[in-house]
């Protein structure tokens, strides 16, 4: 059964780490592009990373690029993504995705056919 569960939120101050994980079910994990998404309550879901299933190529949008670095342990099919230096801007609620090919641009939410729960990130000033 496909299945995406995140873990790893929490809070913290600005300058700080979290490390997120997102346990994949073993078919979503080896066949499929994985991304981070984040959403603020009143606001359009942002993506934040993406590995390509052949875990060489790894996305990462502007505002965390040089932060947050996303991993992939194949022992387990975990997902994970070290956020360094955090910003109270980075604050809300990650989720995992999951989605077969790249139709549509990596960032575009559409794509994605598998939502993990969420995971809340709190990052005070």
Not at 42 to 51: L, P, Q, S, T
Not at 91 to 119: F, H, I, K, P
Request: hydrophobic share 35%; glycine share 10%.
């Amino acid at each position: 059964q496909a299945q995406l569960v995140e873990s790893g939120g929490g809070s913290v101050q600005a300058g700080g780490s979290l490390r997120l994980s997102c346990k994949a079910s073993k078919d979503l994990a080896t066949s499929n592009y994985i991304a981070w998404f984040r959403q603020v309550p009143g606001k359009a879901r942002e993506a934040v990373a993406c590995k390509a299933p052949s875990g060489r190529v790894t996305y990462y949008a502007d505002p965390v690029k040089g932060r947050f670095t996303m991993s992939q342990d194949k022992d387990n099919y975990s997902l994970n993504l070290v956020m360094n230096d955090l910003k109270p801007e980075d604050s809300g609620m990650y989720y995992c995705a999951a989605r077969v090919n790249l139709d549509l641009m990596w960032y575009d939410e559409a794509g994605y056919d598998y939502w993990g729960q969420g995971t809340q990130v709190t990052v005070s000033s």
